[in-house]
């Protein structure tokens, strides 16, 4: 007799530490970037997204163990990011300038 339960089988997007995902759907800002701790590319890429909130439309499991997170800011305006771009707003009213 097997005794091993069967578990829900969710895509890797709603996956985070082995729990579905809670993230999605939150209100994030993207935090102040510090350009002498990355590489060019990234720096220019994040910069233009600072201090703006989005929400996180969605999370990628990746097997380096870093998730990503799509943000979206306006309509069709989106950028990806890792845990450490961003944090969750808490009614934060900052606008998206």
């Known amino acids: 007799m097997d005794t091993n339960k069967k578990e829900k089988v969710y895509p890797d997007h709603f996956i985070h530490n ?3 995902n809670s993230k999605v759907g939150e209100k994030v800002r993207i935090i102040k970037i510090n350009k002498e701790s990355m590489e060019q590319e990234d720096y220019f890429y994040l910069k233009k997204f ?3 909130i989005g929400t996180i439309i969605e999370q990628n499991h990746c097997n380096s163990g870093f998730d990503t997170y799509r943000v979206e800011f306006d309509q069709n ?3 990806y990011f890792y845990d450490k771009d961003f944090v969750l ?3 934060d009213e900052l606008t998206n300038t």
């Open 18 to 20: 082995g729990e579905i």
């Open 50 to 52: 600072e201090n703006r």
């Open 77 to 79: 305006k989106y950028g």
């Open 89 to 91: 707003t808490a009614g």
